[in-house]
């Protein structure tokens, strides 16, 4: 199993792009989230799925978009890119029932 | 609110000197209480998940314990490959809050 992957690893924007980190998981896994990290702050939730075609809000999900097609992918979309949004993102998954999330290698992510 | 506390934010130690890491938090309806370990440039990788008050769960030189208020991950006999820094979280319900993390350097 690869477990959880994420694209690009590394990416830089200009203000006011639009990109999508890409988030797959081969576990059949129908929990999947997206987080942040910045330095000084806990991961912060943004959104997250509890399976196909079913998406809620996070703790801080201002200027992101998801969507959940299949059980396999959840990408992230931002709509236009601002600096406040430069930071580290994660997606993470995990088993309906199961309450141990299995993290991805991450996309840093720099705004200009 | 819920909320996760780590102590120290960082911490030296010479290889083979013991200590421990402190996670403090405040939630409504405990489901879970987990410990993540996190190498740079790379994402979270789950150690543990604690229940109840007095479990206590153990991996290599790692031992987690649970109490009412706080987690500690206690160290033992640390390795330079221990160097990380090591997220505490807490769930309750359907939310999971983490900590800041303590950044563990472990010197030859």
């Known amino acids: 199993n690869a477990g959880v992957t994420q694209t690009p690893k590394f990416q830089v924007l200009k203000t006011g792009q639009s990109m999508t980190l890409q988030c797959a998981q081969d576990?059949?896994?129908?929990?999947m989230s997206w987080y942040r990290q910045d330095p000084g702050m806990g991961l912060r939730l943004i959104h997250y799925?509890?399976?196909?075609?079913?998406?809620d809000q996070g703790e801080v999900p201002n200027g992101y978009n998801v969507s959940r097609s299949t059980t396999e992918d959840f990408p992230l979309r931002l709509l236009s890119a601002a600096p406040s949004q430069t930071s580290v993102y994660f997606c993470?998954?995990?088993?309906?029932?199961?309450?141990?999330?299995?993290f991805g290698p991450g996309t840093r992510l720099t705004v200009t | 609110e819920d909320q996760v506390t780590q102590s120290p934010e960082a911490l030296r130690l010479q290889e083979g000197e013991s200590s421990s890491l402190n996670c403090s938090y405040t939630?409504?309806?405990?489901?879970?209480l987990f410990w993540y370990r996190q190498d740079p440039g790379k994402g979270p990788e789950f150690l543990f998940t604690l229940y109840s008050a007095g479990e206590e769960k153990e991996k290599e030189r790692l031992k987690a314990t649970l109490t009412k208020k706080e987690s500690f991950l206690h160290i033992t006999a640390p390795k330079p490959e221990d160097s990380a820094t090591y997220l505490c979280a807490v769930m309750s319900y359907q939310k999971v809050t983490f900590g800041t993390g303590t950044k563990l350097q472990v010197i030859p």
């Open positions: 799925s509890v399976g196909a075609g079913i998406t």
């Open positions: 576990m059949n896994h129908e929990y």
């Open positions: 993470a998954s995990r088993m309906t029932g199961g309450r141990e999330q299995y």
């Open positions: 939630v409504s309806g405990l489901r879970g």
